[in-house]
């Protein structure tokens, strides 16, 4: 059978916004991206497509990987704000001719209001944190960049202050996170649900080699199946967690999503008399409280709703 994935070496991407808190698939963290290096052996090519994002998870970014080592940095479109400062952790670093990157001073968004004090805290924390960029800069940079206002520079401009080593060819690669699709030569695939037929099929068509778009794909389906795994491993005897597991797996949830609901229904006794339960509880006296003296028929009807619900549980 024809190998498919017969990459060298292996690919990490951040094709979106660097945070501190993931809200969406492409969001990247610091602890995503370290996660995402740890699973790999031996050397690594990092590709960037990113508009920036929080600073110190992106320097955190970068002292992880300069501590790493052996990682190649490759700018596919844009890389600009924070992103910027990744550049400078790479053992090499290449750009597409097409690319394009953007630096500018560090800014804060304020909500609320604040007295002299408060801002002026504010303002020494924006003082250390332009210090800290800087410092960042100057490990690849020849020389310094102007941060007082916003700046673009072109692939070739990147170049000259030594932002990249390297300029290659241009890159057409599209992906739409909000459909969560990748196109391939114009063929679509759904990054949702994999399906690695349909890009071998793409590549005996069109002659493709492998190139970034399936380096990406190929970055998606590993990150599908760790999601599907780690949620098949919730399933248990307990019908009810299964089916919430289920549906996670339908949905697009991680473990994270949805353990404190399996946890919940793991603490619910397994195959008891539920109208013994429910009896016991109405009968605790709880119904006498003033205001709250249902009809004796109202109260067996509610008892034998939740009685059919819960055995609908197990």
């Known amino acids: 059978m024809k190998k498919f994935w017969s990459m060298k070496d292996d690919d990490v991407f951040i094709f979106g916004e660097i945070v501190s808190d993931a809200w969406q698939d492409s969001d990247v963290t610091a602890k995503s991206l370290a996660e995402d290096l740890n699973s790999c052996a031996g050397n690594v090519t990092l ?17 992880t990987i300069k501590n790493r080592g052996n990682v190649t940095i490759s700018v596919e479109g844009l890389c600009a704000s924070a992103a910027t400062l990744i550049l400078c952790s790479g053992c090499h670093v290449k750009a ?24 002026s ?32 520079y072109s692939a070739k401009e990147a170049l000259e202050i030594g932002l990249i080593d390297e300029i290659t060819g241009t890159v ?24 690695v037929e349909k890009i071998h099929r793409a590549m005996e068509m069109r002659n ?4 970034l778009e399936l380096k990406y794909a190929a970055s998606v389906r590993r990150k599908e ?7 098949q491993s919730l399933k248990s005897s307990n019908a009810a967690v ?5 549906v996670a797996l339908e949905n697009g949830l991680a473990v994270k999503d949805v353990r404190p609901f399996v946890e919940a229904l793991n603490k619910i006794p397994p195959a008891q008399d539920f109208a013994a339960l429910i009896r016991d509880q109405m009968q605790s006296g709880a119904q ?27």
Not at 291 to 302: I, V
């Open 96 to 119: 597409a001719q097409n690319s394009l990157f953007m630096t500018h001073a560090p800014t804060v968004g304020l909500m609320g209001f604040y007295d002299e004090a408060e801002l």
């Open 208 to 211: 493709v080699n492998e190139t």
């Open 121 to 152: 805290i504010v303002q020494n924390s924006m003082s250390a944190v332009k210090d800290s960029i800087i410092t960042t800069y100057k490990q690849r940079l020849k020389s310094d960049v102007d941060l007082s206002t916003e700046t673009w």
């Open 288 to 314: 006498n409280v003033e205001g709250s003296h249902p009809e004796p028929d109202l109260k067996a009807m509610q008892m034998k709703r939740v009685v059919d619900f819960a055995k609908g549980m197990v």
């Open 172 to 195: 057409d690669l599209k992906v739409d996170d909000s459909q969560q699709m990748l196109f391939v030569n114009s063929l679509s695939v759904s990054t949702k649900k994999f399906d």
């Open 47 to 63: 590709h960037i497509n990113s508009s920036g994002g929080d600073i110190l998870q992106a320097i955190a970014i970068c002292n």
């Open 225 to 231: 199946l760790a999601r599907i795994q780690e949620l």
């Open 242 to 246: 299964n089916a919430l597991v289920d």
